[in-house]
DNA sequence: GTTCAAATCAACAAAAATCAACAAATGATA
DNA sequence: TATCATTTGTTGATTTTTGTTGATTTGAAC
């Protein structure tokens, strides 16, 4: 039906479509090709109304996502891309893995549609919904009951599935990190469902943007489990020297 | 009926099918061949319409630019929107539901983001993560293990949490329409499951767009549960006369 | 309206991919 | 083994794409 005019239509698209608007740059530098390549190919691209082209910037025509929790994905944009940039990057063809729910993850899952024959565990309808569609993907979403404000579950069913399921990697987020008290987050089900998560990798994932180094308005209190020897921390910025001298004590990688 | 032209093409076309685009030259180190035996084999693919060819890359003509379920959102889009038109004007804030999974449904999810306080039930990760980040609706995602083409579940669990429902309204869909043979689809899993809401159900709405009047070129061969006294038919266009005689005499309402 | 920075466009040379032709390799058959 | 047809890799000419440059346009601020 639509046939592509060019090797890059497909990721374009699709960078495009998850991400609703993209300037030019972004995308140049997230593909590594020039600015005049991008518009190039956009351009028959936008005249079949595939996109659309704005002044600096290329809009989805399909950007039929929930406004309430794309306006959480604009929130600190550019670090959630690039970390999921990062996380994607360690993941290959084949591998295993669980993902947790949060904007983060959310782009994570975006970023992993161009891997293959992945097998995944989440407790996010949203990722779920995302991964399963790639075909040779293997995808389970566990639990029943959703939370309203993410889609995510939190039910007896599904600690059942994650606990059940034996991967290569977790990919956690947390809502704040404090060099003393570790990942903290606000609510206790995450807390029991990153322990469940972690206990059944593994390695872990952590995935954090420079802004959660930083103090909160609204304190999360709760201790997600401690990252262990062979883990990975993702940020956009280095993290403070108090923090990444604990992390390097423990022998746990800080990737950006 | 595609009569192979090489040993390569069978390889070479799942390849490029699985990971939607490929350059020449990874297919041909991945092979094992030269770049211009990569390009002799696929030509006649592509003269057949098989596969996609631009320069520089192979580009599979099935999950190429849309994946499969994205691109039949788009199949008969004005239909299908008018038909989630009237099935979501039929649903009230406050109302219980059950809907399956299909591109009708997920439009029908869509236009249903504006109702309040809606109890729904869904086999299909789209639907679910669609509505479940509505504030104030309560949706049970029903399954783990997801299909991949569309991200639906049809396994035990599935089944269960669907059975354990009591809703007002079952909200399905059909491949195909017959006037003798009801409503017909491809998969035994997915009649299992149309029984199974439609009993959790106090009335079930068929949506169902007027092309599915027509003969299809893929005969769908099993038949969904029939329609009972009270339920609804949605369409586009006006069903065919012996269609509209059969329906009315069972009391069940046709509506557009 | 004017100004200015940023984005776009047009054009060109360099790089990359394609094609056609040919020779070497392969494999089946007599 | 010799022969013939087919397939494969290589070579060089041709075509297409790509990044760069500089001119032009756009959008926002004044």
Redesign the interface.
Known sequence: ???????Y???I?RRVDMMGTVTVQELSQLMGVSDQTIRRVTRPLAERG?LNKVHGALVST?S?L?P??LSRMTLNREAKIAIANTVASMIKDGDSLIIDTGSTSAFIAQMLR?R?ELTVVTN???V??TL????????????????????A?FDR?AFQ?VERAKVEYCVLSASMAHPENGFLVHEQCEVDMAFAMMDSAARSIMAVDASKFQPQSRKPALRQPDLKKGDILVTDLDPPETFRAALAHLDIRVAR
């Open positions: 039906m639509t046939t592509p005019t060019s090797k239509s497909e990721e698209l595939a399909k039929a929930d309430p929790f161009d293959r996010s309808a949203f779920a919904s399963a569609m790639i075909p040779g993907n293997n995808v389970s979403m566990a639990g029943t009951q959703l939370r309203d404000h993410d889609g579950s069913s599935v």
